[in-house]
């Protein structure tokens, strides 16, 4: 209790996959977008995927134009997602792993072993006033090569966390509390997000060095049932109840 404000990110990339089925502009993410602010999130995450399959170019342009708050544009590290988070400037920009085959990011990026390819990206991101973060496994030596890749930020994958069950949860639990105090003890934000539910989110958001959820998929799925202010209406209080 007494913990800084924990802030909570919207991912809206589903409501995307919903309009990607049909074609057409329904439902908008856009929309999607100024309504989650307006129920409570602090900032908006979309992840441009190289194979499109939900937010697409012309997203980004229209989040750009249309949100107050800040955009978080989750991107591969390819010369072309870099071309285009340098075009758009959002507020925050998470480098993050993709495989065309998988159904969703099914881990961190190994940024030790990507160090050379990565190193010149955090430094354009960050040249052109874009806050870097990357999207890690809760690592000490991921955590080693954010810093010595000057990342500001860094955003926990928290899969395997939300996949688990007893014990095995416990112990990715306290890996994630141990590498959010040494993000922390050495200059770096930690964020964390992918996989977190109602039910998951309490231990999570009780971590007092996590600054910031990015939270999509559940959020998107529950509004179908009581509505997407109701749902993060709710993910907020349980966020607010942990700190
Ligand atoms: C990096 C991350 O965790 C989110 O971008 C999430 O992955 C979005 O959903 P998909 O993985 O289904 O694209
Ligand atoms: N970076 C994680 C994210 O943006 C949302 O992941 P999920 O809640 O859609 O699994």
Redesign the pocket.
């Known amino acids: 209790m007494g913990a800084a404000h924990l802030r909570l990110?919207v991912?809206i990339?589903?409501v995307a996959t919903i309009r990607n089925a049909r074609g057409g502009g329904h439902p908008d993410p856009v929309k999607a977008a100024l309504i989650a602010v307006d129920a409570g999130a602090d900032g908006i995450?979309a992840?441009l995927r190289e194979d499109r399959r939900h937010i697409r170019d012309e997203d980004i342009s229209a989040l750009m134009a249309a949100l107050t708050v800040p955009l978080?544009l989750?991107m591969a590290a390819t010369e072309e997602m870099l071309a285009i988070a340098l075009r758009h400037r959002p507020h925050a920009a998470?480098i993050?792993p993709e495989k065309r085959e998988e159904r969703?990011?099914e881990g961190g990026l190994d940024a030790a072993r990507q160090f050379t390819l990565l190193a010149p990206m955090v430094d354009a991101l960050r040249a052109a006033g874009i806050r870097v973060s990357l999207?890690i496994e809760p690592d000490a030596a991921q955590i080693d090569a954010a810093i010595r890749l000057n990342a500001p930020v860094v955003?926990f994958?928290t899969?395997r966390y939300?996949h688990v069950d007893g014990q095995s949860r416990a112990d990715e639990l306290r890996r994630i509390a141990d590498a959010a105090a040494l993000a922390v003890k050495n200059g770096i934000e930690p964020h964390a997000?992918?996989?977190?539910t109602f039910d998951n989110v309490g231990p999570i958001a009780a971590i007092p060095q996590i600054a910031e959820l990015?939270?999509?998929?559940?959020?998107?799925g529950e509004a179908i049932f009581g509505g997407l202010a109701a749902s993060i209406g709710e993910m907020r209080a349980r966020m607010d109840a942990a700190r």
């Open positions: 990110g991912n990339d589903h995450t992840h978080n989750e998470c993050v969703t990011t999207f955003e994958h899969g939300a997000g992918h996989g977190l990015n939270i999509g998929h559940f959020l998107i």
